[in-house]
């Protein structure tokens, strides 16, 4: 996503000094962290879109509906796992640790300290249906994909979007559509972004080894053909300093997912939604071949047929997101 949080179109803020809106991002950002930090913490890895209960951003009430304990065990799908799966009955989930709420709707962190979100409901919904349960294993973004590919996870889940060089070496069980878009903060002087030109002479933040950065990479000469400036990319693993960053003007765009940055612009204070550029399907790694992708996407299309992936769904306000049906290994967009 991205985010243009500049005075000036084609450049950055240079004073150090904070200013009040920024400031108030600051402590909005700060707010959400120390909402979903407080508490003991505890383990894991809508109907309406979960609102900020004050409006002002500062603080978030998270949905708690219940869509996944009612889940029975399909002996048919579970026979389709793998003989040592079943004996053991667990597999080994390669996820990237949630902190606070930034990572919302996909994964959070409840002021219990526990795991939740769309992504969580969904696996959890996954492994109910294949009469398993997950041993969630944490890495960061890049290192996950790899995990998988050695045997360090079984199945990989960090809201990785189907592209043809994932797909040369991992194998995809989709169950979602999930978009590339942008966020801007107060400041900015864009209204929208509907293509990259649109952010030349910008300074734009993502994260490393995404569908964000392909795009930013293989877009990267479009400025200069058009005579503009170049936009500059700043890569981050975690959320908080790109925010930090929109504040303070040394970040103008942040660029990521759709769910994600819609979530962000309804409940962090002096920020907005400028738009989608693509969409992408989303799913569950695991290793090329393996049996696991497909006893996976017909657990997913289980849970589409009965429908508890309809409700998941609509317990996090995430509507036009949902897939008519599971695929294994889908054309790549990308």
Not at 21 to 32: R, Y
Not at 110 to 133: E, I
Not at 246 to 253: I, M, Q, S
Not at 275 to 298: H, M, N, W, Y
């Amino acid at each position: 996503m991205t985010t243009a949080g500049s005075s000036q179109r084609h450049g950055h803020r240079r004073h150090h000094r904070i200013p009040r809106p920024a400031a108030s991002l600051i402590a909005a950002v700060t707010g959400l962290t120390l909402l979903a930090a407080c508490g003991s913490g505890s383990s894991s890895d809508s109907d309406s879109p979960a609102k900020s209960s004050s409006g002002s951003g500062s603080s978030t009430t998270i949905p708690t509906r219940d869509v996944v304990s009612g889940i029975r065990a399909d002996p048919a799908l579970k026979a389709e796992l793998p003989a040592a799966v079943r004996d053991s009955g667990a597999l080994s989930l390669g996820t990237v640790q949630a902190v606070g709420v930034s990572g919302l709707p996909h994964a959070g962190q409840a002021p219990d300290g526990s795991t939740v979100g769309l992504d969580v409901d969904l696996r959890d919904a996954v492994a109910k249906v294949l009469g398993v349960s997950w041993k969630v294993g944490y890495g960061t973004f890049p290192t996950i994909i790899p995990g998988v590919q050695n045997g360090r996870f079984d199945v990989g889940q960090a809201n990785f979007g189907v592209t043809a060089a994932r797909e040369k070496v991992v194998d995809f069980a989709t169950y979602l559509n999930d978009g590339q878009a942008f966020l801007g903060g107060r400041d900015t002087t864009i209204s929208s972004v509907t293509r990259l030109t649109d952010l030349c002479g910008l300074t734009v933040a993502t994260s490393p080894g995404s569908t964000f950065q392909q795009i930013l990479t293989s877009g990267a000469a479009k400025c200069a053909a058009a005579g503009r400036k170049p936009y500059r990319v700043r890569y981050f693993t975690d959320t908080a300093p790109i925010f930090l960053g929109l504040a303070n003007g040394t970040v103008d765009v942040y660029f990521g997912p759709t769910l994600g940055l819609k979530y962000d612009a309804a409940h962090i204070a002096g920020t907005k939604f400028l738009g989608q550029i693509s969409t992408t399907p989303v799913g569950f790694v695991t290793r090329k071949g393996s049996p696991l992708g497909r006893a996976l996407s017909d657990a997913v299309n289980k849970l589409i047929a009965d429908g508890t992936y309809k409700e998941i769904l609509a317990k996090w306000g995430v509507p036009g997101t949902g897939i008519p049906a599971s695929r294994l290994n889908p054309p790549a967009t990308f």
